[in-house]
């Protein structure tokens, strides 16, 4: 049985929340320096740079994943198969 593969939708999520992340981390830095804060963020600098980290290594490997899938199981424009077994 063949099935086309979606197209992956979890790339700009994650990498714009990972940067996001990394923006306001060095924000939050930057007026910490200063003596001052923003308001809304709780947690410490390092914190958010983890967070985007995480966010950016979980992102490449799913990338990855699919692009390894995809050259593996490449059985014509688009299609795939199911069966990891068949070949």
């Known amino acids: 049985m ?3 593969t979606p197209p992956l ?3 700009p999520v994650f990498l714009g929340t990972g940067f ?3 923006g306001v981390a060095i924000i939050e830095k930057a007026l910490n320096i200063v003596g001052m804060s923003l308001p809304v963020v709780t947690v410490f600098p390092r914190q ?3 967070w985007a980290l ?3 290594i979980l992102e490449i490997a799913i990338t ?3 692009i390894a899938y995809r050259l593996d199981s490449g059985r014509g424009l688009g299609q795939v ?3 990891p077994r068949a070949n």
Do not use: E, P, Y
């Open 2 to 4: 063949d099935k086309t």
């Open 54 to 56: 995480v966010l950016m």
């Open 9 to 11: 939708f979890t790339a």
């Open 81 to 83: 198969d199911v069966d």
């Open 48 to 50: 958010l740079l983890d």
């Open 64 to 66: 990855l994943r699919q």
């Open 20 to 22: 996001l992340l990394v």
